[in-house]
């Protein structure tokens, strides 16, 4: 069992602004959640305040219902792996993942096989007698994640774990650890940059910023349902194209918005305040637009990017205002030729002016409102 309950937890740094500000969380046993956020929010804080390695200024830690705050690092059950690995080059394979356990004076025989179940997990059975410098950057990125198996900790934390490694290593690596994760079965948090990361690994993100959580749940539900503006744009890459508009219309099947060209688009969110004539702000997804001919928004190809599989066509629209398309395959669209876009309008996200997502309506609540209404008529 390994559940983690973060209560109010804040930090700040002698003579420094509050760093967290405040975090409510609960993590439970075998999860796999990320965390992630701009450069600065408080990510690696808040991980080393869960490990033991920095103090916490305010609020309580519980791990498997007991407060943890004041328990030293060694004594939480949980291990971290660092983006930078620093292992010992002296050592051997075997020795860097054994050394832990040397220290809390484990026996040999003991110590040994620890070693080898972890090397089976990581597939580096072959490599125990090598140094780190006759490693793969991949391979050694391996070592330190065993030295934190070896432990046997209730609790893993990543901090960006696999951000010195090249792309296709990265990708063996990420399979390698979701993989770990269902071999072991132990609770994880995972930091990272890296957008297909988040959405691949993550049972749950946590968005942060400047200190907060802005949002959690499932991949899925963050980039189809985001709460407000900062997730809406953090999450997906290329990110969700914002278009400025004004509302024209408003009912209780949704509202229209008018671009400053193109438009009425009307969509299906209940209008959280918003009145005829304010400004919001309508969000679709790359993957959602395509060329059409009779589509409501009209541009001009700025660029073409072609990563073999998928195209990113960079629009240039009437407004002034730059979206991108994603398509399947290679787009023969070239910068300089004119089109008219398209999209499925109830997939898109509208935005208040003070950045929340309006709430999609339900259709199936909808229709039976409008029904309870018409038989009581
Ligand atoms: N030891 C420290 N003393 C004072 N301020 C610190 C200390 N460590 C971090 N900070 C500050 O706390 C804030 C959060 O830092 P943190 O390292 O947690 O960010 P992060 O989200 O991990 O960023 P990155 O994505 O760049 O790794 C930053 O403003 C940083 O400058
Ligand atoms: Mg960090």
């Known amino acids: 069992m390994a559940n983690l309950e973060l209560r109010g937890i804040r930090k700040r740094y002698s ?59 060694a004594e939480r059950g949980l291990a971290m792996v660092f983006q930078s690995y ?16 040397k220290l809390a004076g484990v026996p040999k025989a003991e110590r040994q096989e620890k070693v080898l179940e972890a090397a089976r997990v990581l597939q580096l059975e072959k490599l125990l007698d090598r140094r780190p410098r006759d490693l793969s950057g991949g391979q050694r990125q391996r070592v330190a994640i065993g030295r934190a198996i070896v432990r046997k900790p209730k609790i893993f934390l990543f ?8 792309a296709a290593l990265r990708l063996q690596m990420r399979v390698e650890l979701a993989a770990l994760h269902k071999e072991l079965g132990a609770t994880m948090i995972y930091v990272t940059h890296d957008q297909t990361e988040a959405m691949t690994m993550a049972d749950r993100i946590v968005v942060l910023n400047a200190g907060r959580v802005e949002q959690v749940g499932s991949p899925l539900d963050l980039y ?11 999450l997906g890459s290329p990110g969700i194209n914002l278009l400025e508009g004004k509302v024209t219309r408003l009912d209780r099947t949704g509202l229209d918005i008018t671009l400053r060209h193109g438009g009425p688009i ?16 309508l969000g ?24 073999g599989g998928l195209t990113y066509v960079h629009v240039k629209l009437k407004s002034g205002e730059t979206v991108i398309m994603q398509s399947e395959g290679s787009e023969p669209l070239r910068p300089g030729d004119e089109l008219n876009l398209a999209f499925v309008f109830e997939t898109c996200q509208v935005f208040h002016q003070d950045g929340q997502a309006l709430e999609h309506i339900n259709r199936h609540e909808l229709v039976a409102e409008l029904e309870a209404s018409s038989s009581a008529k």
């Open 86 to 101: 620093a292992l010992y080059p002296h050592m051997t394979v075997g020795e860097n993942m054994g050394f832990s356990l």
């Open 284 to 307: 679709i997804r790359p993957e959602n637009l395509r060329v059409e001919e009779a589509g409501p928004l009209s541009g001009k190809v700025l660029l073409t990017e072609h990563l």
């Open 15 to 73: 003579g420094a602004k509050e760093t967290i500000k405040g975090i409510d969380l609960e993590i439970k046993d075998g999860e796999f959640v990320v965390f992630v956020g701009p450069s600065g929010c408080g990510k690696s804080t808040l991980l080393r305040m869960i490990a033991g390695l920095e103090d916490i200024t305010g609020g309580d830690l519980l791990i498997d219902g007991t407060r943890a705050n004041d328990i030293g690092p």
């Open 266 to 281: 009307s969509v299906p969110v209940k209008s959280g305040g918003l009145r005829i004539g304010d400004t919001a702000t």
């Open 224 to 234: 189809h349902h985001p709460k407000n503006l900062f997730v809406a744009s953090f």
């Open 159 to 166: 901090d960006e774990p696999l951000s010195n490694l090249d």
